[in-house]
């Protein structure tokens, strides 16, 4: 079973090929992927591979995790799964919009 790794520290010039090509010195690569910022299309400096083994990922972590790419010492381990703990919101914003903002309420009530 494939092994998903997470790669942070990556140099802003770090691509999917150049990822994948430094991993597959260490095992087979299922893929690699380099995260970007939709609005900005740069890096995120952080990326994820995926090994074919488990045996692979261990290797990669150990011989990789702290080693130069593209200039950079990476971090490599293995990833977490995701955690969606994050505030689901309506895309018009949400939240109160209008009414009472905390303003001074006696005398918004004396009209």
Known sequence: MATKLFVGS?????????????????GQVVSAKVIFDRDTNRSKGFGFV????????KAAVAQLDGKELDGRPIAVSEARPREDNRERRPFNGGGNRGGDRGGNRERSNRY
Do not use: G, I, P, R
């Open 10 to 26: 990556l140099s802003y010039n770090t691509t999917d090929a150049t990822l994948e090509e430094f991993f597959a010195a260490v």
């Open 50 to 57: 995926e090994m074919s083994s488990d045996e692979d990922a």
